[in-house]
């Protein structure tokens, strides 16, 4: 454990000498628990989420994968308010996200766990922890989880809205490729007379299909470089 996460303060998690949040919100995850990476989101009204932090390149490939495919752990927390657990994701099913848990194995990721973000019966966000190898999280580790994710919630909140502020930060700018997104939905809806929902879904069927990011294909819309009513069938 470092000084820069556990300095006194605060009611401590349970098994957790006192502590307080640093700047690296995601870091007492990965620190604490038996996972190799962690990101945090904070869901909004609108039904997006935004990141506040990423442990490493994976979790923030995971947590990219998940926004453009509109499933994954996270949206599953999102609608249940409960913890999602995929102990051994190369062997399970997962109906709730097929396509996100087709591409895990070849990522070499083992395990995923998802845990909501509370204050009192409000769900504020998402902790998604990932493992490199297959394993359940023991009784301590998930109660340990838990308080973690209660724990966050505020300097969360507080760091999705001085992003939210700060133009130039990264997460402001994944927000704004992600309102693009929004915009192409709506042309995307026009152009085809489909519904948004749909909209949504054809662009990240596109994007699969030509191996290129969500964004760059709204991108493409919003631009008028791509048109749906001239794709083929």
Do not use: N
Not at 30 to 43: D, M
Not at 107 to 125: M, S
Request: hydrophobic residues 45%; glycine residues 8%; contains cysteine.
């Amino acid at each position: 454990m470092t000084d820069a996460f556990y300095t006194g303060s605060g009611a401590p998690p349970a098994g957790i000498p006192g502590w307080e949040w640093g700047d690296d919100l995601c870091a007492p995850f990965v620190e604490l628990l038996p996972v190799s990476g962690a990101s945090i989101s904070v869901l909004r009204r609108d039904g997006d989420a935004t990141t506040v932090c990423t442990s490493d390149a994976l979790a923030q490939r995971l947590d990219a994968m998940q926004f453009a495919l509109g499933e994954g752990p996270r949206w599953v927390v999102a609608r249940t308010a409960k913890p999602s657990f995929s102990t051994d994701v190369a062997r399970e099913s997962h109906p709730d996200w097929p396509v996100f848990g087709a591409g895990l194995p070849t990522l070499g990721v083992g395990a995923l766990f998802a845990f909501p973000i509370l204050t009192g019966p409000v769900l504020l966000g998402v902790v998604d922890l990932y493992r490199r190898s297959p394993g359940a999280l023991d009784r301590d580790a998930t109660a340990r989880a838990l308080s973690l994710a209660r724990r966050v919630a505020a300097p969360a909140v507080r760091e999705a809205m001085r992003a939210a502020a700060d133009e130039g930060s990264p997460e402001a700018k994944r927000h704004s490729l992600r309102r693009e997104v929004h915009q192409a939905v709506g042309m995307v809806f026009v152009q085809l007379d489909v519904t948004t929902a749909e909209a949504l879904e054809l662009l990240r069927a596109y994007a699969f299909s030509t191996g290129r990011p969500l964004e760059d294909v709204a991108l493409d819309v919003v631009d008028r470089a791509l048109d749906f009513r001239d794709l083929p069938g």
